[in-house]
């Protein structure tokens, strides 16, 4: 028995296990036992002998089959040659099946009697068995079958009448039935994608907001450390003030992880810019600013935190690779477009060293996710004369 599964390969159900599905079906069968019954007490015995041995042959096809059918219920859907292969082996259980139904109402019929009830378990296979198209036209061949066989028995209008219409309805029930049944399980294999996109997108969230946050704040930290250090025999006041800031920083950027992984951290560009200026001084770099307001004045609430993140993977690649003497970080608006850039005039230590890290770094990637989702972008490249300059862009949009 196979359960249901979905990407993920946990169990899935739509409803219930495919025996209970099953059951479903089986449910129905003691619905022959007043025909055979009526047909026992008219027919003689070879013919009754016969049509109690078309019945089993019946009931065990319908079984059988049925079983298989709600066992596949709670697989994933086979491939298109998979699917050809299995309407071929079901179209013939469902020839099978009309065989021994039309052949024991000929027996029924030479006594007068309607037996119509194989017809009615042949018609709620195939609306079971089958996609929508073709389990209409099975029920089509076995509502013609219906007719047909009635006419050649002479059935009374009435009873075929009501052949018809019994077939007719379980036919269009089952059909329904497994539809709604394949429904429910694709709604439910979309429900547990869902959640793991939304499980994939969050941890990309943190792993991206640490990233960003960590690497600045463990730069600072770094640069307060080693100064502290040799502070410590020439000026240990200093080296105090120094250690002091950097439990300071530690304390600070304990919490900013915390509520970087709890989701609720806004950075903005005023704050990114204060700890710019801390962190390029604790490094000995120069900073320069030009900061325009109206640059961000039409931008909404995750575009002017998408700039502060700019602002910071900026300083911290400064900081950490450039080898730099002083640094530009400048917001503008440009061709309807707000722009920052951070610029250095440093070297990077061995060649491409700098832009390699960029480039390739998940910090860069990480920006660029979140500037292409608000319809901007985000560019890397070295200067000619000498340095490395970070620029995003947004659009800037008159509605905000």
């Not at 018609?123 to 509502?143: D, H, I, K, N, S």
């Not at 006419?151 to 009448?161: K, M, S, W």
């Not at 309805?169 to 294999?189: D, E, Y």
């Not at 915390?258 to 609720?264: D, I, L, P, S």
Request: proline fraction near 4%; hydrophobic fraction near 50%.
């Amino acid at each position: 028995m196979s359960a249901m599964g979905d990407s993920t390969g946990r169990p899935l159900r739509i409803t219930a296990s495919p025996w209970l599905l099953w059951l479903v079906w089986v449910v129905w069968l003691p619905f022959l036992v007043p025909g055979i019954t009526q047909l026992a007490r008219r027919l003689p015995a070879r013919p009754l002998a016969m049509t109690l041995v078309l019945a089993a042959l019946l009931v065990a096809a319908y079984a059988v089959s049925a079983f298989r059918v709600a066992r596949s219920l709670g697989e994933p859907e086979p491939p298109t040659h998979a699917w050809r292969r299995r309407d071929l082996a079901r179209s013939g259980v469902v020839l099978a099946m009309l065989v021994l139904a039309v052949a024991m109402q000929l027996l029924a019929g030479a006594v007068g009697v309607g037996f119509f009830s194989p017809f009615v378990y042949t018609a709620a296979y195939a609306g079971t068995a089958f996609r929508t198209p073709r389990a209409v036209v099975t029920a089509l061949v076995v509502l013609a079958s219906v007719l047909a066989t009635g006419a050649l028995a002479h059935v009374p209008v009435p009873d075929l009448l009501e052949a018809l219409f019994v077939t007719a309805v379980v036919g269009f029930m089952t059909t329904s039935w497994t539809r709604g049944l394949l429904a429910g399980r694709k709604l439910h294999a979309a429900q547990h994608e869902i959640a793991r996109l939304a499980a994939a997108d969050e941890r990309l969230r943190i792993a991206r907001d640490l990233h960003d946050l960590l690497g600045q704040k463990l730069s600072l930290i770094a640069l307060k450390s080693e100064l502290a250090r040799h502070l410590v025999g020439s000026d240990p006041a200093r080296a105090e003030r120094e250690i002091a800031e950097v439990e300071s920083s530690v304390r600070s950027t304990l919490q900013e992880v915390r509520e970087a992984v709890a989701g609720f951290r806004k950075p903005t560009l005023a704050r990114e810019l204060r700890a710019a200026k801390e962190v390029l001084s604790a490094a000995g770099i120069r900073l320069q600013e030009h900061h325009d307001d109206a640059a961000a004045a039409g931008l909404g609430g995750q575009e002017r935190e998408a700039l502060a993140w700019a602002v910071r993977e900026g300083v911290t690649n400064v900081v950490r690779h450039s080898r730099a003497k002083s640094c530009v970080i400048e917001l503008r608006a440009d061709a309807g477009e707000a722009v920052v850039e951070v610029r250095d005039d440093g070297s990077g230590g061995r060649p491409g060293r700098l832009e390699d890290a960029m480039v390739a770094g998940s910090g860069l990637d990480g920006l660029r996710e979140r500037f292409h989702a608000l319809g901007g972008a985000v560019r890397a490249a070295r200067l000619d004369e000498g340095g490395f300059v970070l620029k995003a862009t947004l659009p800037i949009r008159g509605d905000r």
